[in-house]
């Protein structure tokens, strides 16, 4: 089966301006997640979503942060404005239900802030 | 906050057994084990999960104490792919709050 597709790859903006990525999950994967990975850490969750539901935001920083999936398939992040702290990969994942048997992650966007 | 404690780093001679431990001493009964592994430049891997059984797979195998207080990944036959950032991670079964939450993992280094 083909893999959660990421996009772009790479993206380098200055701060105080706009970035979006995009998320293509794995057909028929009903949950879809965004990871922030900072340099050196373990992946952290930013929002869950459950078709186009939101079910887990709460480590989403709302004031610069957005996130949607319509229609319950491909979703979007976008940062704005960003910050320097904002440099890090982003991860989309999705599950079948709660992914009790595994995620599947997409190789990621990687955000330079500079 | 991760759950589990593991060691920041390991070494692993090719074509021997790595064994990567992880305490989880304050799991509930409740509480799966998962490992999943990060090659560098790629998203995590799942690899294996369990509760208190011993788990094998195409990939590894899980080895869960019998106070299920700590785990041990077994990779039969390291190979140099096997490089990676391995992650030890303890999960409610079912709801959002069962979402996998990363520690700092264990960066295992198989050498020829």
């Known amino acids: 089966e083909a893999g959660v597709a990421q996009s772009p790859r790479y993206k380098i903006i200055e701060k105080r301006q706009s970035v979006a990525f995009w998320c293509n999950p794995i057909?028929?994967?009903?949950?879809l997640y965004w990871y922030q990975q900072i340099l050196g850490q373990g992946p952290k969750l930013l929002i869950q979503?459950?078709?186009?539901?939101?079910?887990?935001d709460s480590q989403l920083p709302k004031d610069r942060f957005s996130a949607e999936r319509l229609k319950g398939v491909d979703s979007t992040l976008k940062i704005q404005p960003a910050k320097l702290e904002d440099s890090a990969v982003y991860l989309c994942?999705?599950?079948?239900?709660?992914?009790?048997?595994?995620?599947?992650f997409g190789s990621g966007t990687r955000l330079t802030v500079v | 906050d991760a759950k589990t404690t593991q060691p920041t780093s390991m070494d692993c001679a090719e074509g021997r057994a790595a064994n990567l431990p992880c305490n989880h001493s304050?799991?509930?009964?409740?509480?799966?084990v998962y490992w999943y592994r990060q090659i560098h430049s790629q998203g995590p891997q799942y690899i294996i999960h369990?509760?208190?059984n011993n788990e094998t797979n195409e990939m590894a195998s899980l080895i869960i104490t019998e106070d299920r207080k700590s785990s041990t990944l077994i990779l039969p036959h390291a190979t140099l792919r096997d490089t990676a950032v391995y992650y030890c991670?303890?999960?409610?079964?079912?709801?959002?709050?069962?979402?996998?939450?990363f520690g700092k993992g264990t960066k295992l280094s198989v050498k020829p």
């Open positions: 994942a999705s599950s079948l239900g709660a992914g009790l048997r595994g995620y599947t």
């Open positions: 057909s028929g994967h009903a949950t």
């Open positions: 979503f459950q078709n186009n539901g939101v079910v887990d």
């Open positions: 369990g509760l208190k």
């Open positions: 991670i303890v999960r409610v079964w079912g709801g959002s709050q069962g979402n996998l939450i």
């Open positions: 304050t799991i509930s009964g409740n509480e799966y």
